[in-house]
């Protein structure tokens, strides 16, 4: 008696009735629309995904939670959560079995009934024991021998066992809807393994169906009715294939009209698979039963040989050369078989006429001592007679005539590997109680306890049947695979009592049944894989009849079964089979022991019975297995679920699962990370980090999306990549913005093929923004190293987001944090990763070292279909002192062991005179300086003000002025060598022409005497060197320079954005590197 309840006073008793009616017949509502538009997964009606819906029609409006109500907005009521709880059902939906009354309009699902023995045990009986048992085993034992027929079923067993274990810890582990194995693997192991191995499965599941039908016509024509075969046997020899022809067109026949049985009624399907299981589990009795009866009344089923030959008693009754009758000796129907007449002196063949004919017993008991003959293995070639080892026989002189004779002969050739093949698929059908875990009363206590009690049982009747077929039956008669001894009889049926027909009819119907069950189940096997949506072109196989059954996927299942029906041999199908069953039990192991080691939180299975080596074995076990029964069936079978893998992965399986490979991976992840996090990376690992820093606009899209062409181009895939922008206010308030902001910039990574992070910092102004960008991004050892941004267009504009202010912090803070600096400058006419250029050049202007940087990034650009036809050209400038000559040899040998291919030029520069610009350019820049700190302007006056300076500064670069500095700077003066005549002439030419031409100047502009000389000889270096980069690289398709740092005195921080300005003016693409301060490049291997 439950002791918690509610008291509920008098007077809100009525108006609390009539809300529990509006909560009631709003989720009544919610469930018809759930069961509407379900798609068929159980998981997206679970009350513990979707608790946001399914609190608001039920949120308690009363006083007594008042303090709560802000969360009522997202979060149910524990009572309405526990409500859904309890009217939950884990049947599919959306899928309407024709079981269900289709007149009936049911509102709610019919509740599920079944226990651990109908639901679990004897589905698993019946999908294990089958057509192997009854067609192949006793083949298999004689071939083979009782010992090793006992290894190869034991380690069939033992991989089904372990794999039913694993698959006990998984299906336990939480509700398990319909769809069995795939469900429990794409849940385990994520969406790319579930597809994979879900269509293997599939696969396994359609060619089992077709193997039954093979089974079934076998029996049929065989053992049942031989006469109803289509396609006769003309001459010897030919028996083979026109039993192939006749399995062609009959396998065909019943495909279709199992496919019509199952479109139409698929109850009756459901409805006789317990009259199936019953002829199945009456055959097996009659199978002991007869063993026991052999021990003391063993039938009568004589067998004929020839010395030692086993000759097929289809073509004669007596087994005798001649007979005896009233004193006349009269030669048989088996003389005429080997003589050319019937006379006493025909011409015989030579083997029948050196030997007898004997006659003994084929089935001489249990108590007979038959097993010790039976141990050892008797395989043989494709063509050979079946023997008796221990019969005396004399060989003939010729045995060329072979072929027409009565022997029985061996279909196949035989080896310990194929028949592991061939018998396997006789223990496949572990999966039936689990695909059926929506109909079980208690899914998580029947699984476990029905399917390991299934495996158990048929376990111990395979192998108790081996040792009981070796020690009852004569060897001769189990390696004849089609009873022709005994009069075309089932091998099994002989040893079976009451009579052999139990067998046959039994083994008939059970087959049949085995193939209806594998053509209604297969088609939904697809219908769920296509339905989740992970393999696009299965797509359409998802849709079906108005009450779900998978029409289009039974059409497929038909055709792929049709491909095993031409195969026509039930031993060349069983091994394909084989592969796709073992294949998906391996990985139902490898789901149970990725799930242990990881110790997921979410890992709690109701079953303790399990250890992740057990399932480490049974996935070593399944694989070895594979390689065991075919290798290359193996390879073919791993490289059809790769290329499904590697599509779903291609494709975009966006499905979070929470799949135990994300928790490997991140485990993988966590586990690299603290082994980066020892110490820096040694230079030949050393590749450039990026932290990107992006400019969004007011609607959070980004200004620039060529810089991430550009980080694309640079990376290639290769290495960190952390995309980052700022956003200024409060995060409170900007939340909306920032998620909106990531989502822009995800989109565009993607369409520019940027592979990395993206991160959005919040911040009150733009400068502690970035700067918590450079110091906090990344994680442990992945962290940037980098940092990549645009050049600020519209610096000079003060109250531009990205002022001159905020950009120079960044190169300090970059410098300080010892990470490397690229900024691109003119970033909208760098080129779109669709361009390519088709020559050209990548110019590098080495002025200082800084780590190898400036060598390295051509290289890597150069790596990328843009950029991979342009040449990379490597200047340096060589002072006055230097000598140009031996400059240039150890720069292109340097090159050589640093295996860069690049053209070398040394351009010499001298100390000339400063020319008049230089001095005007850097009194126009001190002048608005000094303006902007000294008034106080409006915002509208400032912006008017600075682009009054800016035209006027721009005004002296116009013709006479350009011509004027370039004629100083660059062509007459510009010197390859430096002689020693050359270099006197030079020094006293200048000192003359300095105290002239500094005469000159001060007597032209006397204000020019109280300019800062530290800002005039900057701009004169500015000047002078982008004179020379403009002579050699004006037309080259990128130019890396590089980046002059900030002064220490932060009064000159804007003077310092003039020069680069200055520095880097007329050049169309320009690429400024500042170096981190270590070695990025080195010339050891």
């Given at each position: ?21 509006q ?14 538009t ?13 608790c ?20 009522m907005?997202?979060?149910?009521m ?16 959306g899928?309407?079995?024709?079981e ?24 698993c ?17 004689g071939?083979?021998?009782v ?6 079923v ?33 849940r ?23 193997m ?12 049942i009715?031989?006469s ?6 003309a001459?010897a ?7 192939l ?66 000759l ?35 011409t ?11 006659e ?30 221990d ?35 006789s223990?496949?059908?572990i ?36 040792v ?45 049944g ?37 029409t ?18 039930l ?29 997921t ?18 996935m070593?076990l ?38 135990g490979?994300?928790?490997l ?18 230079t ?103 940092v ?16 001159w ?25 760098f ?8 020559e050209?050049?990548i ?105 009054l300076?800016?035209d ?61 000389q ?34 220490k ?8 954005m ?28």
């Amino acid at each position: 008696m439950p002791t918690s309840f509610t008291v509920v006073p008098v007077e809100a008793q009525g108006e609390e009735r009539q809300r529990d009616e509006q909560q009631r017949e709003e989720e009544d509502e919610g469930d018809e629309r759930d069961r509407g538009t379900g798609d068929g997964i159980a998981r997206e009606s679970s009350p513990f995904i979707n608790c946001a819906e399914l609190g608001r029609g039920s949120m308690y409006e009363g006083k007594n939670m008042a303090l709560f109500e802000e969360e009522m907005d997202s979060n149910p009521m524990v009572s309405s959560l526990l409500n859904k709880l309890a009217n939950y059902t884990n049947l599919t939906q959306g899928v309407v079995e024709h079981e269900a009354d289709e007149d009936s309009k049911r509102k709610e699902v019919k509740g599920p009934r079944m226990g651990t023995f109908i639901g679990v045990y004897l589905p698993c009986l019946q999908n294990i024991l089958g057509v192997i048992l009854f067609l192949r085993l006793t083949w298999i034992v004689g071939t083979a021998g009782v010992l090793e027929s006992f290894i190869i079923v034991f380690m069939c067993c033992a991989c089904t066992m372990l794999t039913a274990i694993s698959m006990s810890a998984i299906a336990t582990n939480g509700v398990v809807p319909a769809g069995g194995s795939y469900y429990m693997i794409s849940r385990s192991l994520g969406p790319e393994f579930g597809g994979a191995v879900g269509l293997c499965f599939y696969l396994g599941t359609t060619f089992a169906g077709a193997m039954y039908i093979l089974g079934t016509i076998e029996i049929l024509l065989t053992y049942i009715s031989p006469s109803a075969a289509i396609f006769k046997v003309a001459d010897a020899g030919e028996e083979t294939e026109a039993m192939l022809n006749n399995m062609r067109v009959y396998g065909t026949c019943i495909v279709i009209l199992m496919a019509i049985v199952v479109f139409v009624g698929v109850k009756y399907v459901n409805k006789l698979a317990l009259v199936f299981l019953a002829c199945v589990i009456l055959s097996i009795i009659a199978i002991y039963a007869g063993v026991i009866k052999t021990a003391f009344d063993p039938p009568d089923f004589p067998i004929c040989l020839l010395g030692n030959r086993t000759l097929s008693k289809r073509s004669f009754d007596v087994c005798a050369k001649f007979t005896e009758s009233n004193n006349e000796t009269k030669t048989t129907p088996l003389w005429l078989l080997f003589c050319d007449s019937s006379l006493l002196n025909a011409t015989c063949d030579d083997y029948f006429s050196l030997n007898n004919v004997t006659e003994i017993q084929g089935i001489p008991g249990i108590m007979s001592g038959v097993l010790t003959d039976n141990l050892w293995s008797a395989y043989s070639e494709k063509g050979s007679i079946v023997e008796k080892k221990d019969q005396p026989s004399v060989a003939g002189s010729e045995e060329s005539k072979m072929g027409g004779l009565p022997y029985v002969f061996t279909d196949i050739m035989t080896y310990f590997t194929m028949l592991v093949g061939i018998y396997f698929p006789s223990v496949t059908g572990i999966m039936a109680g689990s695909n059926r875990s929506g109909d079980l009363k208690d899914a998580q206590k029947s699984i476990p306890t029905g399917t390991i009690l299934a495996i158990s049982t048929t376990s111990f009747i395979y192998l108790s049947c081996i040792v009981l077929f070796g020690a009852c039956i004569e060897g001769v008669i189990l390696r004849d695979k089609f009873g022709e001894a005994v009069n075309g009889n089932l091998v099994v049926g002989t040893l079976a009592w009451p009579s052999p027909w139990v067998i046959v009819i039994g083994s008939f119907f059970s087959t049949c049944g085995a193939g209806l069950q594998s053509l209604t189940g297969a088609p939904r096997l697809l219908q769920a894989i296509a339905r989740d949506g992970i393999v696009p072109f299965i797509q359409i196989f998802g849709h079906g009849k108005a009450n779900g059954e998978p029409t289009w996927a039974l059409l497929l299942t038909v055709g792929i079964c049709e491909i095993g029906i031409l195969i026509a041999s039930l031993d060349s199908v069983a091994p394909i089979l084989s592969m796709f069953f073992l294949m998906c039990y391996m990985f139902v192991n490898l789901a149970c022991a990725v799930q242990t080691l990881l110790r997921t939180p979410n890992w709690r299975p109701r079953f303790k019975y399990y250890h992740w080596t057990l399932s480490f074995v049974g996935m070593s076990l399944c694989l070895a297995l594979m390689f065991i029964c075919s290798w290359y069936y193996a390879l073919i079978a791993m490289l059809i679920a790769g290329c499904i893998y590697k599509y779903i992965e291609y494709r975009g399986a966006e499905k979070e699962w929470g799949d135990g490979i994300r928790g490997l991976s991140l485990n993988a992840a966590r586990y690299a990370l603290l082994r980066v996090e020892d110490g820096p990376p040694h230079t030949k690992n050393w590749r450039p980090q990026l932290l990107v820093l992006l400019n969004l606009d007011n609607e959070q899209l980004v200004k620039h999306p060529r810089l991430l062409s550009f980080t694309s181009q640079l990376k290639a895939g290769k290495g960190l990549t952390i995309v980052g922008s700022v956003l200024q206010g409060i995060y409170l308030d900007k939340c909306t913005e920032t998620h909106k902001a990531e989502e822009n910039v995800k989109a565009l990574m993607g369409v520019e093929k940027t592979k990395g992070f993206c991160q959005i910092v919040v911040s009150p102004n733009f400068r502690d923004g970035i700067s918590y960008l450079i110091q906090s991004a990344g994680l442990g050892g992945m962290k940037h190293n980098t940092v990549l941004m645009a050049w600020p267009q519209s610096w000079k504009q003060a109250e531009n987001r990205f002022s001159w202010k905020n950009f120079v912090d960044t190169v300090r803070e970059t410098t300080s944090a010892q990470q490397a600096l690229l900024v691109a400058k003119n970033i909208d006419l760098f080129p779109t990763n669709q361009e390519r250029f088709t020559e050209g050049n990548i110019d590098v202007w080495w002025i200082v070292h800084d780590g190898g940087m400036l060598m390295l990034l051509p290289f890597l650009l150069r790596q990328h279909k843009v950029w991979r036809k342009c040449k990379m050209r490597i200047f340096t400038v060589a002072q006055m002192d230097d000598n140009s000559i031996q400059m240039k040899k150890d720069l292109q040998m340097f090159l050589y062991h640093l295996r860069l291919n690049a053209q070398v030029e040394v351009v010499e520069m001298f100390e000339n005179d400063i020319s008049a610009f230089t001095y005007e350019k850097t009194l126009m820049m001190e002048q608005r300086s000094q303006m902007l700190k000294q008034m106080q302007l409006s915002k509208n006056e400032r912006e008017r003000e600075a682009q009054l300076i800016h035209d006027k500064n721009t005004a002296p670069r116009s013709a006479p002025a350009v011509e004027a500095s370039v004629a100083v700077a660059v062509p007459e003066k510009v010197q390859m060598t430096w002689t020693k005549e050359k270099f006197v002439a030079e020094k006293h030419k200048n000192k003359d022409s300095n105290v002239s031409g500094f005469k000159d100047i001060f007597n032209m502009k006397p204000e020019w005497e109280n300019l800062n000389q530290s800002n005039v000889r900057r701009m004169h270096t500015a000047v002078k060197l982008n004179g020379v980069v403009l002579n050699k690289s004006q037309h080259a398709q990128l130019v890396l320079l590089n980046m002059p740092g900030p002064p220490k005195n932060r009064k000159g921080d804007e003077n310092y954005m003039e020069f680069l300005e200055v520095l880097t003016e007329g050049l169309d693409r320009v690429l400024l590197v500042r170096g981190s301060g270590r070695e990025v490049i080195t010339i050891y291997s």
